[in-house]
C-alpha cells in the first residue's frame, strides 16, 4: 500500500451516495445539533440566574452542560457541512482537532459524572457535613481535575494516534475514530495506542464502579429513612445523575461492539450517532423532566405563561 503520511487531507465515509438522502441527513443532524445546544445552553443560563441554584450539584450539571455543547459540537457542525456541501474530506490538522477535543470532553464529562456521585453520596450519607465538605473551594478543585484529567487524556490519546504512519486516507467513519483510523496504520507504533486504550478503558471501568458501587451504599441509606416523602427527595435528586450514568454505559457498550465487531456501514454509522451524539441530546432532559427546582428556574428565564406552566407540571 501507498504511504499517505504527507497527505494532508482524510476521507471521511459518507452517509449516502443518493443527494436528496445527504440533505435529509444534514435536516436530521441539525435538528439533534440544534437541541442539544439549546437544552443546554437553557440548563446553564437556568443556573447562573437563579440564586437558588447556586449549589455543588448545579454548579457541576453546569460543567457537565458545557462539556456536552463540546462533545457534540466537535463532530456535528463538520458532519452537516460534509453533506450539504457533498464532500468528504477533513483536513489533517482538523482530524487532530477532531479527535483532541472529542476526547478532551468525553474523559471530562466522564470524571465530572464520577465527582457527581461523590456530591450525591455526602449530600445523602453524610448531610450534617456536607457544607463543610463540599465547599466553594472543594467544588472548584473538583471540576478542575475533572478539566485537566478529560486534557490530559486527550493529549495521550492524541499523540499516540498520530505518531502512526498511515498507508491510506480512506476512514470508514463519519468522523475521525481512533479505531478507525488505527486501522489505517502500516506501522508497529499502533499497538502502543492499543494499549493506551486499553488502560483508558480499564480507568473509566473503574470511575464507572465506583459510581456504582457509591449509588449502592446511596440506597441502602435512601432506604432507611422513615417518611415517603423523604425517599422521594433523596431520589429526585440521585436519578437523574443514575440515569446519565447508565446512559454513557450504554453508549461505551455500544462504542466498543462497533469498534470490535465488522458490522455494515450503515449500522455502523448508527451507533457511531448512539454514542456521540444521544447523549449530550438526552442529559439537559433526564436532569429537567423530574427536577422542581430547575423547571422553576426554566418558568423565569422563559416567563412563560401559566398554561404552559400546567403542561411543564404535567411532564
Known amino acids: 500500500m501507498n504511504n499517505f503520511t504527507s497527505v494532508s487531507t482524510f476521507l471521511l465515509r459518507e452517509f449516502s451516495e443518493v443527494r436528496e438522502l445527504q440533505i435529509l441527513y444534514f435536516f436530521l443532524f441539525l435538528a439533534l445539533y440544534l437541541t442539544t445546544i439549546t437544552g443546554n445552553l437553557l440548563i446553564i443560563a437556568a443556573v447562573a440566574l437563579d440564586h437558588h441554584l447556586h449549589t455543588p450539584m448545579y454548579f457541576f450539571l453546569t460543567n457537565l452542560a458545557m462539556m456536552d455543547i463540546g462533545s457534540v459540537s466537535v463532530i456535528v457542525p463538520k458532519s452537516m457541512t460534509n453533506s450539504i456541501m457533498n464532500t468528504w474530506s477533513i483536513s489533517y490538522s482538523e482530524c487532530v482537532a477532531q479527535v483532541f ?30 457544607e463543610t465538605i463540599m465547599h466553594r473551594g472543594a467544588c472548584l478543585q473538583m471540576a478542575v481535575i475533572a478539566w485537566i484529567t478529560g486534557l490530559l487524556y486527550a493529549i495521550v490519546h492524541t499523540c499516540g494516534t498520530f505518531a502512526n504512519t498511515f498507508c491510506s486516507n480512506v476512514v470508514s467513519q463519519f468522523f475521525c475514530e481512533i479505531p478507525k483510523l488505527l486501522k489505517l496504520s502500516c506501522s508497529d507504533f499502533y499497538l502502543v495506542e492499543i494499549g493506551l486504550i486499553v488502560v483508558g478503558s480499564l480507568l473509566g471501568l473503574g470511575c464507572l464502579i465506583y459510581i456504582v458501587i457509591t449509588y449502592m451504599q446511596i440506597f441502602a441509606i435512601v432506604l432507611r429513612i422513615p417518611s415517603v416523602h423523604g425517599k422521594k427527595k433523596a431520589l429526585s435528586t440521585c436519578l437523574p445523575h443514575l440515569t446519565v450514568v447508565s446512559l454513557l454505559m450504554f453508549s461505551a457498550i455500544v462504542a466498543y461492539a462497533s469498534s470490535s465487531t465488522n458490522y455494515s456501514s450503515g449500522l455502523d454509522i448508527a451507533f457511531a450517532v448512539i454514542y456521540t451524539i444521544i447523549p449530550p441530546t ?34
Open 101 to 130: 477535543f472529542y476526547f478532551f470532553f468525553v474523559a471530562s464529562d466522564l470524571t465530572l459524572l464520577t465527582v457527581m456521585a461523590h456530591d450525591r453520596y455526602v449530600a445523602i450519607c453524610n448531610p450534617l457535613q456536607y
Open 282 to 315: 438526552l442529559n439537559p432532559f433526564i436532569y429537567s423532566m423530574r427536577n422542581k427546582d430547575i423547571k422553576i428556574a426554566l418558568w423565569k428565564l422563559l416567563d412563560v405563561g401559566p398554561s404552559s406552566k400546567t403542561i411543564f407540571r404535567l411532564l
